[in-house]
């Protein structure tokens, strides 16, 4: 079974290096109008960095689905 995360961009970082490696922190999106689902994933974050410079830039503030399933 999967799990299916609302999350919320809530910042971002990008390599002074080479400015092509950004990093991501989410965390789950709560309140009334979510409810439904939050409920069973009530709390969490995410970080991970994209090195791929073609990869879609997330908006800051935007929220995301991430599912999470076994390999």
């Not at 969490?44 to 879609?56: K, S």
């Amino acid at each position: 079974m999967a799990l299916r995360l609302k999350m919320k961009l809530w910042t971002t970082l990008q390599s002074a290096a080479d400015g092509k490696n950004v990093s991501y922190n989410l965390a789950a999106v709560v309140g009334d109008e979510n409810k439904p689902w939050s409920k069973f994933t009530p709390t969490g974050t995410l970080h991970f960095t994209v090195t791929n410079p073609d990869a879609e830039e997330l908006k800051l503030g935007g929220e995301y689905f991430v599912t999470i399933e076994g390999a």
